[in-house]
């Protein structure tokens, strides 16, 4: 069993910074990358950012140039720092393993 703790999300206005933060733990015994999701109500989760055991990161086009996603793999830790944001990003933010496992969610609120 993998289990992922999330932390960092809040309430911030329009322009501010906030860092998430996603720990791994559990039964782990290969990892082919970790992400960020969000999710908006009654909508689909769809991807913020991810990043390979490599290194190679990929990032939602309305993202792209403000966050920036960052792992640790001796912690099996993926952070996403998200600058310039804005109230469309209001949304839960999840993190995830290999797209199978999942973090409970961490709540970020932008105000205008």
């Known amino acids: 069993q993998v289990h992922l703790v999330e932390s960092g999300g809040g309430l911030v206005p329009a322009g501010a910074s906030l860092i998430l933060s996603c720990a791994a733990s559990?039964?782990?015994?290969?990892?082919?990358?970790m992400g960020w999701y969000r999710q908006f109500p009654e909508m689909q989760r769809e991807l913020v950012a991810s990043?390979?055991?490599?290194?190679?990161?990929n990032y939602g086009d309305s993202v792209k140039g403000r966050f920036t996603i960052s792992g640790d793999s001796a912690k099996i830790t993926v952070y996403l720092q998200m600058n310039s944001l804005k109230p469309e990003d209001t949304a839960v933010y999840y993190c995830?393993?290999?797209?199978?496992?999942w973090g409970q969610g961490t709540q970020v609120t932008v105000s205008s």
């Open positions: 995830s393993v290999d797209s199978h496992y």
């Open positions: 559990g039964r782990i015994y290969s990892i082919n990358g």
């Open positions: 990043i390979t055991r490599g290194g190679s990161t």
